[in-house]
């Protein structure tokens, strides 16, 4: 998955503790998007970011913020990460466009919360 | 939040065999995605569909877009070991950036 990238790869946290996931994407994308997996559940969408400076909220934003302070950069934060948060999580990054552009998944963040 | 029914969940196959496997909405998409997922790794885009009733290949993959916009399948023909993996169906609806995916079905193929 060249051009997405994710740190850390992965993390174990106990309950409380704050941590933040990088993206870094070098194809000058407009759109960053971050996800959780959680077996059978497929990929749901945390929050998104349709350019430099701005945010949006996804399908399950409570417990994560972002930041999108720089375009290459997509930053997620857990303030207090929780059990519940254990899951692998995915960036993503896709042209401007209007739901033309296909997006690119980095290889993904595995955090567990203890 | 809108929900996208991939079926089937899981398949068990021989090398050699076709595969297909669907995804349907209860409402309309304007962008039909398929993607494969490795172990470990990203999901991968094989195949995007912008056009209903658009059908495109990639190498023995092939995908619809469904006339009535509400879905799509995907063929692999002549699978090999290499096929295994989670295929995802996603989709986009009216301007949204937001991508919904399926669940995934969990291809296995046997040598």
């Known amino acids: 998955n060249a051009g997405v990238t994710q740190t850390p790869k992965f993390r174990v946290l106990k309950t409380g503790q704050s941590m933040t996931l990088l993206c870094a994407q070098d194809m000058n994308h407009e759109y960053m998007y971050w996800y959780r997996q959680d077996p059978g559940m497929g990929l749901r969408l945390i929050h998104y970011s349709v350019g430099e400076g701005t945010t949006a909220k996804g399908e399950v934003p409570d417990g994560y913020n972002v930041s999108r302070l720089k375009k290459q950069n997509f930053l997620l934060g857990l303030e207090s990460a929780a059990p519940s948060q254990t899951s692998v999580y995915f960036c993503a990054s896709s042209k401007r466009g209007l739901g033309n552009q296909p997006q690119h998944f980095g290889d993904g963040t595995r955090l567990s919360i203890l | 939040g809108q929900q996208l029914n991939q079926s089937p969940q899981s398949m068990f196959i021989q090398e050699g065999e076709d595969v297909s496997m669907n995804c349907t909405s209860s409402?309309?998409?304007?962008?039909w995605l398929w993607y494969k997922q490795d172990p470990g790794e990203g999901p991968v885009l094989l195949i995007a569909?912008?056009?209903?009733?658009e059908l495109t290949s990639n190498g023995r993959l092939t995908a619809q877009f469904g006339i009535t916009r509400k879905d799509s399948f995907l063929n692999i023909s002549a699978s090999i070991p290499s096929d295994v993996g989670i295929y995802f169906c996603?989709?986009?609806?009216?301007?949204?950036?937001?991508?919904?995916f399926g669940k995934g079905t969990k291809l296995t193929v046997n040598p």
């Open positions: 569909l912008y056009k209903a009733g």
């Open positions: 409402s309309i998409f304007n962008t």
């Open positions: 996603a989709g986009t609806q009216g301007g949204s950036e937001k991508l919904v």
